[in-house]
């Protein structure tokens, strides 16, 4: 029977979302009210790259996860990222997973935390979050994840369980 978490968004990620989606909208309506008309390459790209930067990250958002007897699956608006839990080694609830973190590729703080990261203390990281304080770290075979669902301390009790319930199925 699948379990839904839901993936709450923190202050920090409202108030990044809400400053970055207002510089956008300025962006596009200077195009309209301040690029004069013969100007129309620019006029254009001043509209319609602020709208693709909102479309994408609004597509790529972290909506929810879900957890399976197999599988994570992470909730996406059009997609879902699934993590076979069968590679998994460990999960730890860590509010620090962030803490001195960089962005190497991905989203920062519009509408999510999403894209490859490193720290110090983790090293090379995928995040799919919305509240770094929910931080939960799953540590797979080849990979480590950063996720964030609103109740962290029952996703960790619940994969827990599935950790020790495949251990003890394993020959």
Same mark, same amino acid.
């Given at each position: 029977?699948?379990?839904?978490?839901?993936?709450?968004?923190? $202050?920090?990620?409202?108030?990044?979302?809400?400053? @970055?989606?207002?510089?956008?909208?300025?962006?596009?309506?200077? *195009? @309209? /009210?301040? @690029?004069?008309?013969?100007?129309?390459?620019?006029?254009?790209?001043? !509209?319609?790259?602020?709208?693709?930067? /909102?479309?994408?990250?609004?597509?790529?958002? %972290?909506? *929810?996860?879900?957890?399976?007897?197999?599988?994570?699956? %992470?909730?996406?608006? /059009?997609?879902?990222?699934?993590?076979?839990?069968?590679?998994?080694?460990? %999960?730890?609830?860590?509010?620090?997973?962030?803490?001195?973190?960089?962005?190497?590729?991905?989203?920062?703080?519009?509408?999510?935390?999403?894209? !490859?990261?490193?720290? $110090? $203390?983790?090293?090379?990281?995928?995040?799919?979050?919305? =509240?770094?304080?929910?931080?939960?770290?799953?540590r797979f075979r080849r990979r480590t994840l950063v996720i964030t669902? *609103? =109740?962290?301390?029952?996703? !960790? %009790?619940?994969?827990?369980?599935?950790?020790q319930t495949a251990e003890r199925a394993a020959p």
């Amino acid at each position: 029977m699948p379990l839904d978490f839901g993936a709450p968004w923190s $202050r920090s990620l409202q108030r990044s979302s809400a400053l @970055v989606v207002v510089l956008l909208a300025a962006v596009a309506a200077a *195009g @309209v /009210l301040v @690029v004069p008309a013969h100007s129309l390459l620019v006029r254009c790209l001043m !509209i319609a790259l602020p709208l693709a930067v /909102l479309a994408g990250a609004l597509c790529s958002r %972290v909506s *929810g996860y879900t957890l399976t007897a197999a599988a994570l699956e %992470v909730q996406r608006p /059009l997609w879902r990222t699934t993590f076979a839990l069968a590679d998994l080694s460990s %999960v730890v609830g860590d509010a620090a997973a962030f803490t001195g973190a960089f962005r190497l590729f991905g989203n920062g703080g519009l509408f999510s935390f999403t894209g !490859i990261f490193w720290s $110090r $203390r983790l090293g090379c990281f995928r995040a799919l979050a919305t =509240d770094p304080a929910r931080a939960v770290v799953l540590r797979f075979r080849r990979r480590t994840l950063v996720i964030t669902p *609103g =109740d962290s301390q029952h996703f !960790i %009790v619940r994969v827990r369980t599935h950790l020790q319930t495949a251990e003890r199925a394993a020959p």
